[in-house]
Structure formats: structure tokens, C-alpha cells
């Protein structure tokens, strides 16, 4: 079983900072990509950023300059450092993984279950 546990959700001002965490855990043979999406009420889900092994970064326009994505391989985390969060980034965060379990299975996709992040003075 893998699980994804994410972290760091809270109420913050236009213009704070706040950082969320993702960790995975369980039986894991290699992440590949690892990343957020996010999903306002009554709009679909939508990619945040997302990272490769590599390091490679991938960002929504809406976020560049603002959010920076990063990872701790040896801890199997990701985190979403957010700067400058605008009321519009106002969603439930959600961590996603691309992983294998081991050598022999193909990458499958596992999810976190989300947290809240609201951005309002």
C-alpha cells in the first residue's frame, strides 16, 4: 500500500507565505514525478506544478514567480512553498504521485486526500 499525507494547509493573508508538504510512504520501488493540483468549488481540477526525478519543473502560468515546487528524494516529500498567495489560489490542494511499487509493476498514479488552503484577510 502507498499512502500520500499531505501537510501545511491553512487560512492565510494576500501577499503571506505558507509551504505545503507531501509525503509518501509504503511500499515504493521509484517516484518519477511527483506534484500538485488543486481545485476551487465549482471548478475543475487543475495542475499546480509538478517535479520530475530529474528535478525538472513544470508550474501553471497563474503560479510562476509566485509558487515554487520542490523534493526530498531520500524522504520520498514534495513541497509547494507558496508566496505572495492571491485569493484566487483559494482551493483544496492535492499531492499526486507517478511511482512504482517494485521493479516488476507498471508507474501507476496515487493521490493525497487534500488540504485546504484559503487565502483571505
Known amino acids: 500500500q502507498v499512502q500520500l499525507v499531505e501537510s501545511g494547509g491553512d487560512l492565510v493573508q494576500p501577499g503571506g507565505s505558507l509551504r505545503l508538504s507531501c509525503a509518501a510512504s509504503?511500499?515504493?520501488?521509484?517516484?518519477?514525478?511527483m506534484g500538485w493540483y488543486r481545485q476551487a468549488p465549482g471548478k475543475q481540477r487543475e495542475l499546480v506544478a509538478s517535479?520530475?526525478?530529474?528535478?525538472?519543473?513544470n508550474y501553471a502560468d497563474s503560479v510562476k514567480g509566485r509558487f515554487t515546487i520542490s523534493r526530498d528524494k531520500a524522504k520520498n516529500t514534495v513541497y509547494l512553498q507558496m508566496n505572495s498567495p492571491k485569493p484566487e489560489d483559494t482551493a483544496v490542494y492535492y499531492c499526486?504521485?507517478?511511482?512504482?511499487?517494485?521493479?516488476?509493476?507498471?508507474?501507476?498514479?496515487?493521490w493525497g486526500k487534500g488540504t485546504q488552503v484559503t487565502v483571505s484577510s
Open positions: 499526486y504521485a507517478h511511482l512504482r511499487t517494485d521493479d516488476h509493476t507498471p508507474v501507476s498514479e496515487y
Open positions: 509504503g511500499r515504493i520501488f521509484a517516484i518519477y514525478v
Open positions: 517535479i520530475s526525478s530529474g528535478g525538472n519543473t
